[in-house]
């Protein structure tokens, strides 16, 4: 896989991009095509051989939201290429601050969504995410959320 990602936040390049539980559930479905613009940024990101960076969380997430031997043998071989963020002890204190912050300006954000957070922060990626919260979140923290080019 490549290193630097050629997709797009705003008008500036990104170096690292982590996909967000919402993204690979929907990139996953069999039942639609989808045609959301994290999915194809998505797709355009794996097409080019780009970097994509995950955590067992995500993992843990997919595996317990799709059914049957052979989704969770797709989605197990599909992220064994994938480099695997391992969260340290600083991480989760890091993560714990940034939950406290967030919800003292009236934005919640879930524990896990934290973390998923603070490890995007921690390693300087660009997180592509369906979920509404972490906009919010990056309101108050140096979080780098993907928004689609105009």
Do not use: Y
Not at 68 to 91: C, E, S, V
């Amino acid at each position: 896989m490549g290193q630097i990602l050629r997709l797009q936040v705003g008008a500036l390049p990104f170096v690292n991009l982590f996909v967000d539980t919402s993204v690979w559930s929907l990139a996953f479905r069999r039942d639609a095509a989808p045609d959301a613009a994290e999915v194809i940024a998505l797709r355009q990101a794996l097409e080019s051989g780009d970097t994509i960076v995950t955590t067992g969380v995500i993992l843990q997430e997919l595996l317990q939201g799709f059914s049957g031997p052979r989704a969770r043998k797709d989605i197990i071989d599909r992220f064994g290429t994938l480099p695997l963020l391992i969260p340290d002890r600083q991480d989760h204190i890091d993560d714990a601050e940034l939950r406290i912050k967030c919800r003292q300006s009236d934005v919640q954000l879930g524990t896990i969504d934290a973390l998923l957070a603070q490890l995007c922060i921690h390693h300087a990626l660009t997180l592509l995410t369906t979920d509404k919260d972490f906009p919010q979140a990056a309101s108050h923290c140096p979080l780098r959320v993907w928004k689609p080019s105009r």
